[in-house]
């Protein structure tokens, strides 16, 4: 008994199969991270501090007649996003470039006689380029995080860093930021403008289907990086 597989017929139901196979693995993961614990964490115990014999210890002081300004580990600052970046460029070039060039060989003719009378060399050249191009980009951004100083420097600078995530309807929107914030420039409140930060650090992405449809396949991605044309 004998049995005959048709090639043409299964490679038909395999093309058929595979993309609701790929369609039934994908999965939407769009929910917020929110942290796994319910309750306040554990209060790690202060590292205690050097003995001098003083009753005032200005390694853990804060001042009692003005506000409580962040200047600790774990302290919270409020960061005012107010971020616009324009640039604009333009470029105009022209070059030219005329040649030409006309002599004879008389030695030539002299050599050989008149059969070679009168030959010369002639020569014509031209070259010419021009080029024109221009861009430009503007970016703005505005919002408000409260970060939590992470660090806090030698020279009393504070390492700030935060996040904050926002779903609605599975879609995901993320905000981080970081940067080093000078005392000096935390308002009443802790409040700090973006633009006051040293090395800030601004990242805004969002996942969801809006963000599915805004990305290139990855198929198109493929012919994109390795064809030529």
Not at 51 to 74: K, W
Not at 81 to 105: C, P
Not at 113 to 125: C, E, M, P, R, V
Request: aromatic fraction near 8%; hydrophobic fraction near 35%.
């Amino acid at each position: 008994m004998m049995m005959t597989i048709h090639s043409p017929t299964w490679i038909k139901v395999l093309l058929l199969i595979t993309p609701c196979w790929l369609a039934g693995c994908y999965h939407l993961d769009s929910k917020v991270d929110v942290l796994p614990q319910k309750t306040a964490r554990p209060i790690t115990p202060a590292t205690p501090a050097l003995a001098t014999g003083s009753i005032y210890a200005d390694s853990n002081s804060r001042p009692l007649f003005e506000d409580r300004r962040a200047r600790f580990v774990g302290d919270t600052i409020t960061v005012n996003l107010s971020e616009r970046i324009t640039s604009s460029q333009s470029t105009n070039t022209k070059t030219s470039k005329t040649s030409s060039m006309d002599t004879s060989i008389p030695l030539i003719s002299k050599f050989w006689g008149k059969s070679f009378q009168g030959l010369g060399i002639t020569a014509d050249g031209s070259n010419k380029f021009e080029g024109t191009g221009q861009t430009g980009n503007n970016n703005l951004f505005n919002g408000t995080i409260t970060t939590t100083v992470i660090e806090v420097l030698g020279n009393g600078n504070l390492i700030v860093s935060g996040e904050k995530q926002i779903g609605i309807n599975g879609e995901v929107e993320t905000l981080r930021f970081s940067g080093v914030v000078n005392p000096l420039n935390v308002l009443a409140g802790n409040i700090v403008s973006s633009t006051l930060i040293a090395d800030a650090r601004l990242e805004y992405y969002g996942r969801g289907a809006l963000d599915d449809t805004q990305r290139m396949g990855w198929l198109q991605r493929f012919f994109n990086t390795f064809l030529p044309f």
